[in-house]
């Protein structure tokens, strides 16, 4: 990495090849009359983000002559504002939602705008490419701005990025009062799905892994009303499901056929063996939620989902409302995500927070925005 890095306007970590990446200086971005200019504060690092340094990019290749600059989870203060901007002025401290929407095809006037086939999403391959957040000047529309209650910090403020995934897998499992829900998944996803789960009235949260840490952290940060358990990579997943049923007294007569007394199974590992194991556990007419991202193709267990009538549905990123939500639970106190920052980087040490990413060194870790 260059030591000028004080005489750049905007520096920027481009990647351009698997484990190729640079600190260049960049424009400072156009206003358009609704953006916003932000001085990035911290940028958080998330399993896409690795993947694309071990890959150069998922689906989709980065340009190798024009490389892209990285980074989609950030936080940052509002440097200056376009001529049209009302809701937002200098100062204001903000999480950022990374992705700007086209607002007139048929997902965005439905309120799905997540599935917007023409999203501009941070550090997004093109034609045309979308540039990332890991820079020290960011321009985004206003309305994908929002702005930081006082008591919460523009460290915390990067998690509120993977905190509207999990407020978006649970509403899209449709998480009622009293029901029992599986997580299959410690990651920083998993963790955050097991939280708002219990916000929205879950009786019974069960996280599962295959790594004891992992669940140890979960038990700790979660607290009581939380229950971990250990999956046995040794054992197939019907097996694994008939040792997590028992384990928890929630088998049901049929259980090889129907599963057990689980209502809604939110999968975030992508992980083969937890997706099969989550569709086995699950009862009759149950919801199942992928939020995970795995292998491309994956067996599938669809004789059981088919008999016992299962509602299956993915999950994409965040809609209408998520952010708010998960600046409210931050807001109220009501979910604490300090605890899930692992380390801060500086900015010119970047890949190094990759790689202790890849690593699987703690939970979250951040980089640190370009310091003066």
Known sequence: MSPN??????????????????????????????????????????????????HAGIGKSINSSTGLTMGHEASGVIHSTGSAVKSLAPGDRVALEPGVPCRVCRACKSGTYNLCRAMRFAA???PPDTQGTLCKFYALAEDFCYVLPDAVGLDEAVLVEPLAVAVHAVKLGDV??????????????????????????ADRVVIVDVVEGKLEFAKGWLGEGIETWKADVGVDAEG????????????????DTF??????VIEASGATSSIETGIHVLRPGGKYVQTGLGKPKVEFPIVAMGQKELMVRGCFRYGP???????????????????????????????????????????????QGVQD
């Open 321 to 367: 409302g998520d952010y708010e939500l998960a600046v409210g639970y931050l807001r109220q106190g009501l979910i604490d995500v300090k605890p899930l920052i692992s380390s801060v980087t500086k900015f010119e040490d970047a890949t190094e927070a990759w790689e202790k990413t890849a690593r699987g060194e703690g939970i979250k870790i951040l980089i």
């Open 176 to 201: 009622r009062p009293g029901e029992t829900v599986v997580v299959m998944g410690c990651g920083t996803i998993g963790l955050m799905c097991a939280a708002v789960a219990r916000r929205f009235g």
């Open 5 to 54: 890095i004080q005489t750049m306007q905007n520096p920027s970590i481009v990647l351009y090849a698997p484990k190729s990446a640079k600190l260049e200086d960049k424009p400072i971005p156009f206003l358009n009359p609704h953006d916003v200019l932000i001085r990035i504060a911290y940028i958080g690092v998330c399993g896409s983000d690795v993947h694309f340094w071990h």
């Open 240 to 255: 694994n499901a008939r040792r997590l049923l028992k384990a928890f007294g929630l088998e049901e007569s049929g259980m």
């Open 124 to 126: 997004a391959p093109g």
């Open 259 to 264: 599963g057990g007394k689980v209502d809604t």
